[in-house]
């Protein structure tokens, strides 16, 4: 299925559609707000653009010093190439622990290696605490918003989620009540885990320190109990020095949610006394993208997920209508830098309309990405052949001003049975021709 | 007297006359002297937007080659505008002709606003209108400010609807957002086209809009294709129709 196909799914039901673009346009009312509540918003965005840009350009320097730094204060730095070495390693860790539980707080990128499945199969349970992705893990589901994961479902189906899994009372979906519960499932969880797994918002290369942000505090929780911390990153995580963070954390969550800042923003720059912290750097791709001049921007990416909540394709087809783990603008974007042939439905499930480009914290030109993926699509050979030779039938019509007349002559002349054909989709009526052109009113006027 | 190209889209010569005529005939009352070369057709933007850059290439050359000898090139068209200003770059060899090109190419109501500087008219539309932002005309040309960024807010376009009397411009819940046509893209997912465009119209006639007026023609043309299809009572014009003293049968 296309993005098209499961587009189309979503928006049968029209009035599940319309919610989900309610709740979406919803954030994004928060965060213009809060936004907007900052005067220099305008010049953070520019400083998080140039911080990054001088980050990527010098990514190899800032590696190396960070892992020497975190190494010095007793930290354990893994570099791995791809999403089975970060598998592998993470499972090494833990087994060397003998870890039979793990609790692991949100990650894109574990989702990106999906390690919960490898873990699973050997043996290792694995408890998503974020709640919208521990919702979304016990459904068998996947999350389709990188920040709200469980934003596609409603409070009464995740009440009947909950009976069932986690035998609540029946028909209650008052979301206070289901939060206490799934707090007091996951409390148990967290009691019982050896080791924590956690993402990465930022890593500090001055430091050698990671900051996590969550809302939920679940990552402090996870990683206070556990004799062991394992935290994933993306080799582009990485900003200069601490004094740069405040810029990011001050764009992060008001585009993120709306909030002034994460509830929980936590520096982890040491492990904790008779207590083990890992670090694990993952390539799986990003050097690719890196090397490419075009397109290397989309690693400034901080996963704020504002570009899915503004995006109006992103509201009325969900999440789960990309065929990438991350979806939205910027999943677009990261699905063509890895796939073009295969995610190139995703570069035209886009208007171009450009606010991706407007809201993204860190200044990615998203709508300029696509367009520019549409062009190497069809360079590539990626595009069908039927479709190639419409468009050449179309432009040769209209480099040709006697063909061009023919046919504007051809579909004014046929107008009565085309209009009934539904040839601009069954929602749309076909579009009039006026009684005189305005090429035949103007030569009438000289 | 400076001389302007008149470029009119394919599909507004075919399916909006007065949006063209409207254009013509302000240029005309301001003193230009204006010229409709007959042998244009398209600027090459569902080509481009469609990565079908080989195809775009001729279209864009033939423009260049019609358009060259004006003093301006005026359409009644945003995204065609910023077609040509932003795109033609990486799709044509660096010429003089097409640096000429690019710097004189308006949209008619930012070379109204821009050029001109209008500071008055004497045309009365009594009616309420909501204005439909365009993206490529808001966000590419910056006919406006995008509700996303934190600046003041500043419409040319509004600016020159509020020259108008007796109009209302009604407020919308959403100011900016999308319509859904996008070129091909209303071709090639038809089910979020609609849904967008059914959403925009729904937001106008909740605040009361009659008439649905843009500077993008083809934003327009489709929410009036699915206006019609659900017998919405709602109108359709042109800016530019309205700046000319457009009367209710247009």
Not at chain 1, 60 to 68: I, Q, S, W
Not at chain 1, 298 to 313: D, E, K, V
Not at chain 2, 117 to 137: M, N, Y
Request: glycine share 6%.
């Amino acid at each position: 299925m296309n993005h098209r196909e499961r587009a189309r799914e979503f928006l049968a039901d029209r009035e599940y559609a319309k919610w989900h673009d309610e709740a979406l346009w919803f954030v994004r009312m928060k965060r213009d707000a809060a936004a907007k509540s900052v005067k220099e918003w305008e010049d953070l965005r520019e400083a998080a653009e140039k911080i990054k840009e001088h980050t990527i350009e010098h990514l190899g320097f800032y590696l190396r010093e960070f892992a020497k730094n975190a190494s010095k204060k007793g930290i354990k730095v893994h570099f791995a190439k791809d999403a089975k070495e970060h598998n592998e390693i993470v499972y090494s860790i833990l087994k060397k622990h003998r870890v039979t539980k793990v609790v692991k707080s949100k990650s894109m990128l574990t989702e990106e290696c999906e390690l919960n499945p490898f873990l699973e199969s050997r043996g290792i349970e694995v408890t998503d605490t974020d709640l919208g992705e521990r919702i979304v893990q016990l459904r068998g589901d996947r999350p389709s918003h990188i920040v709200l994961p469980a934003i596609h479902l409603k409070k009464e189906q995740i009440g009947k989620l909950f009976e069932e899994k986690l035998h609540i009372e029946k028909g209650n979906s008052d979301p206070l009540y289901l939060t206490n519960e799934a707090r007091k499932d996951l409390r148990d969880k967290f009691l019982k885990a050896q080791g924590a797994i956690t993402g990465v918002n930022f890593a500090v290369s001055e430091t050698g320190g990671i900051v996590v942000c969550t809302n939920e505090g679940n990552a402090d929780l996870g990683t206070s109990l556990a004799k062991v911390h394992i935290a994933c990153m993306g080799i582009e995580k990485l900003i200069p020095k601490l004094k740069h963070l405040g810029v990011f954390t001050r764009l992060l969550a008001r585009n993120a949610t709306g909030q002034p800042i994460t509830s929980y923003t936590t520096h982890f720059n040491s492990p904790s006394k008779d207590k083990e912290m890992h670090i694990v750097i993952v390539d799986n791709g990003r050097s690719e993208i890196l090397k490419n001049k075009e397109h290397k921007k989309a690693l400034f990416c901080i996963r704020c997920g504002a570009c899915m909540n503004t995006c109006p394709i992103y509201r009325r087809s969900g999440g789960h209508s990309y065929s990438y783990v991350i979806p939205g603008p910027i999943g677009s974007v990261l699905a063509n830098a890895r796939d073009l042939k295969n995610n190139g439905d995703l570069a035209f499930a886009s208007t171009l309309c450009g606010s991706c480009t407007n809201i993204c914290p860190v200044k990615i030109d998203l709508h300029h990405q696509l367009f520019s993926y549409r062009k190497e699509y069809v360079q590539r050979g990626y595009m069908g052949f039927k479709k190639r030779l419409s468009y050449k039938t179309a432009s040769f019509i209209l480099r040709n001003p006697f063909f061009f007349l023919a046919s504007m002559k051809g579909y004014k002349a046929f107008y009565p049975f085309l209009s009934k054909m539904n040839l601009w989709g069954e929602g749309r009526a076909l579009p009039k021709p006026a009684k005189k052109s305005f090429r035949e009113i103007y030569k009438e006027m000289e | 007297m400076k001389r302007v190209g008149l470029f009119i889209p394919c599909y507004i010569d075919v399916f909006y006359p007065n949006a063209a005529l409207s254009t013509l005939k302000i240029l005309k009352d301001l003193g230009y002297e204006v010229d409709y070369p007959l042998n244009q057709s398209c600027c090459g933007q569902p080509f481009l937007n469609s990565g079908v850059f080989s195809e775009a290439k001729g279209l864009a050359e033939k423009f260049i080659e019609i358009f060259k000898d004006f003093d301006y090139v005026i359409a009644p068209s945003a995204s065609c505008v910023a077609t040509v200003r932003y795109r033609y770059r990486e799709l044509l060899k660096p010429s003089k002709e097409l640096e000429k090109i690019i710097a004189n190419t308006y949209e008619i109501c930012e070379f109204l606003h821009d050029v001109v500087k209008l500071k008055e008219l004497r045309v009365s539309f009594p009616h309420r209108v909501g204005f439909h932002q365009s993206c490529h005309g808001l966000r590419e040309l910056e006919l406006g400010v995008g509700s996303e960024l934190v600046k003041p807010q500043y419409s040319k376009v509004k600016y020159l609807l509020n020259l108008v009397k007796d109009i209302e411009i009604v407020d919308l819940k959403r100011p900016d957002e999308c319509c859904g046509f996008g070129g091909t893209f209303s071709i090639n997912e038809p089910e979020i086209s609609i849904a967008m465009g059914r959403d925009r119209i729904e937001d106008h006639k909740k605040a009361g809009a009659e008439y649905i007026v843009g500077y993008d023609m083809s934003c327009l043309m489709h929410m009036e294709a699915i206006a019609k299809r659900e017998n919405e009572d709602i109108k359709f014009l042109h800016v530019v129709e309205i700046l000319a003293g457009a009367d209710d049968e247009s």
